[in-house]
């Protein structure tokens, strides 16, 4: 059984550029959710892909959207990129369109805007 | 924004010792879980527990929900070095998952 995998691992980027995070989901895993910590925070949900679909959203702007692909791996990306998007990019892979269900996480990328 | 909070924000215990970690929330839930994340990387699912549960046992984790007081406690029996980590309380419901801004466990030898 494959892990949550994502990439890159660190990067660094200026204020008003583009990026883009990915993750491979846990093998048998139809549901990627991805989502923000700054430092010392919990997790802030970003949004959820469901079977390719965005399936539920969290508070955050229209600047962060996200695909999910048939092989259900999924990319998150930042237009116009801010200061405060400085953080750990986390995405958690499931099964189900439930996001109440156990999710696995991968070991995130860490952003740094400058 | 947050749903769950835990308290404390910060624990220091000496390795053997239990560690309590509580956790509130402010809406219905269909279940709450348990992460554990080490030096700010992927968080590790512990436990979960749904609403209509009332404690659960998992190796040294004991948890217990109270859905009227709107709370969770996370007891860690028998500390090791080795647990010295964050951990997150989580509610699901529907498709929304809120995590709470975490307690942070250091277990000394």
């Known amino acids: 059984e494959t892990g949550v995998t994502q990439s890159p691992t660190h990067l660094i980027k200026t204020r008003g550029q583009q990026v883009t995070l990915r993750c491979s989901s846990q093998?048998?895993?139809?549901?990627v959710s991805w989502y923000q910590q700054a430092l010392g925070q919990g997790p802030q949900f970003i949004f959820q892909y469901y079977r390719e679909e965005e399936n539920g959203r969290g508070n955050f702007p229209p600047r962060f959207s996200g695909l999910q692909f048939p092989n259900y791996s999924s990319e998150l990306n930042v237009n116009a990129l801010e200061l405060d998007d400085s953080a750990l990019y986390l995405c958690?892979?499931?099964?189900?369109?439930?996001?109440?269900?156990?999710?696995?996480f991968g070991p995130g990328t860490r952003l740094l805007v400058l | 924004s947050q749903q769950g909070e835990e308290d404390p924000q910060a624990l220091s215990i000496q390795e053997g010792e239990n560690a309590t970690m509580n956790c509130s929330y402010k809406?219905?839930?269909?279940?709450l879980q348990w992460y554990r994340q080490n030096s700010g990387r992927g968080l590790v699912h512990l436990i979960l527990i749904r609403s209509n549960e009332r404690e659960k046992h998992s190796g040294r984790l004991r948890v217990t929900l109270d859905t009227s007081k709107k709370s969770s406690s996370l007891l860690i029996t028998a500390s090791r070095a080795a647990d010295t980590a964050s951990y997150f309380c989580?509610?699901?419901?529907?498709?929304?998952?809120?995590f709470g801004a975490g307690t942070r466990l250091t277990v000394k030898p």
């Open positions: 958690a892979s499931s099964w189900g369109a439930h996001m109440q269900e156990t999710q696995y």
């Open positions: 989580a509610t699901g419901n529907n498709n929304d998952m809120r």
């Open positions: 809406t219905s839930i269909n279940n």
């Open positions: 093998s048998g895993h139809n549901t």
